[in-house]
């Protein structure tokens, strides 16, 4: 999905280096990007898009994982942002999720045109403004507590099955999450700023 001009340049004020996933090199080329690399088993991208950038072309040819993941596990970076895998496919955005889990240790978030989407790390603190929508959706079963919700979680068990978290609220300028298992994180886009922050301040040292 192409993202819109304003959420690009949102994202390229954080994260100025790209690297584009296979078709993902269309959207870069036609927003006058250059990427560090692209990456994938080269299906989609165009013609033109990959004779402008034959020469940071990397060939995955594999069809065992996405392209995002693989070019999710040829990036080192303190925090990812992923752009275009949100929105017209509901298979595609389910398997980025996929995508996030399996690299739940790193910090990944994936942004639409209206939320941001990440995995939870063992403990975050969120700075958020009061009244925000916040949802917290058990991808795998989850152990959660939280502080600063309008509707708290104690040491609470999460499944998708069972209890999920959709639509709470901010009742705290700091919200804190402490969770096992995969909790995927849903804010809107307006708090992209702030999870990258409290992201990287989760991230483990070294």
Known sequence: MKPASETLSKVLSMAPKVVAADGGADHAFAAGLTPEAVIGDMDSISGAARDAFQDVLHPIAEQNSTDFDKALRHIDAPVVLG????????????????????????????????????????????????GMRISLMPITPSRVDTDGLKWDVLDGAMSMNDF?????????????????????????????GSVVAALTDAAPAG
């Open 83 to 130: 752009l275009g895998f949100l929105g017209e496919r509901f298979d595609h955005s389910l398997a980025a999720l996929h995508v996030l889990l399996k690299y739940r240790a790193r910090p990944v978030v994936l942004i639409g045109d209206q939320d941001v989407v990440f995995i939870c790390p063992p403990k975050i603190a969120l700075t958020l403004p009061v």
């Open 164 to 192: 999920i978290g959709s639509s709470n609220e901010v009742a705290k300028p700091l919200v804190t999450i402490c969770a096992t298992g995969g909790l995927a994180i849903l804010t809107p886009l307006a708090a992209l």
